[in-house]
T-cell receptor, first 113, second 112 residues
Framework: DAGVIQSPRHEVTEMGQEVTLRCKPI?????LFWYRQTMMRGLELLIY????????DSGMPEDRFSAKMPNASFSTLKIQPSEPRDSAVYFC???????????FGPGTRLTVT | AQSVTQPDIHITVSEGASLELRCNYSYGATPYLFWYVQSPGQGLQLLLKYFSGDTLVQGIKGFEAEFKRSQSSFNLRKPSVHWSDAAEYFC??????????FGDGTTLTVKP
């Protein structure tokens, strides 16, 4: 199994630009989570999906952030427009419902200048 | 709502010494508890988990953890630390809805 795949691994962009982060969960996992990790705030849950449906997006910081899961094998997290304070490592994790064990991807390091 | 507290931000131990990382949780029902490890530049990897049954659980890399309901604790232990154990360690509690809450993490430094 390839594990959770995230792309890109690194992204550097200028303030105001649109950023799209991508995630491919492990096949057979029907829950997907997006996290943000910073030194100041630690690991924060942004949103999670179950069977492609957003269940809890209370962690999404503001309207500039949006997430989609058009099918069971793909999800995106979009930031538009990006700001320097969005600089962080963004993780995607997937889980088989009932297992409770989350499998994390390697993360995308986002730098907004 | 559930919460997790890891009281130690940073711990330093000598290679070969024993290790205990503390974790306290708050959750109204029977918790599902986890320890994850994160090496620099990597995602989180599961070390071990507790759902029910034996309160002492064994994990990968020689780690174990003990669930103590009376103390709301789930401390992680290793009898002899290796230099490769240097990493950040996260305790987490999951609800039966599948959502996990993570602690702030404990950074482990291993002295030669």
């Amino acid at each position: 199994d390839a594990g959770v795949i995230q792309s890109p691994r690194h992204e550097v962009t200028e303030m105001g630009q649109e950023v799209t982060l991508r995630c491919k969960p492990i096949s057979g996992h029907n829950s997907l989570f997006w996290y943000r990790q910073t030194m100041m705030r630690g690991l924060e849950l942004l949103i999670y999906f179950n069977n492609n449906v957003p269940i809890d997006d209370s962690g999404m910081p503001e309207d500039r952030f949006s997430a989609k899961m058009p099918n069971a094998s793909f999800s995106t997290l979009k930031i538009q427009p990006s700001e320097p304070r969005d600089s962080a490592v963004y993780f995607c994790a997937s889980m088989r419902t009932g297992d409770y064990e989350q499998y994390f991807g390697p993360g995308t390091r986002l730098t907004v200048t | 709502a559930q919460s997790v507290t890891q009281p130690d931000i940073h711990i330093t131990v000598s290679e070969g010494a024993s290790l205990e990382l503390r974790c306290n949780y708050s959750y109204g029902a029977t918790p599902y508890l986890f320890w994850y490890v994160q090496s620099p530049g990597q995602g989180l990897q599961l070390l071990l988990k507790y759902f029910s049954g034996d309160t002492l659980v064994q994990g990968i890399k020689g780690f174990e953890a003990e669930f103590k309901r009376s103390q709301s604790s789930f401390n992680l232990r290793k009898p002899s630390v290796h230099w490769s154990d240097a990493a950040e360690y996260f305790c987490a509690v999951a609800t039966n809805a599948g959502k996990s809450t993570f602690g702030d993490g404990t950074t482990l430094t291993v002295k030669p």
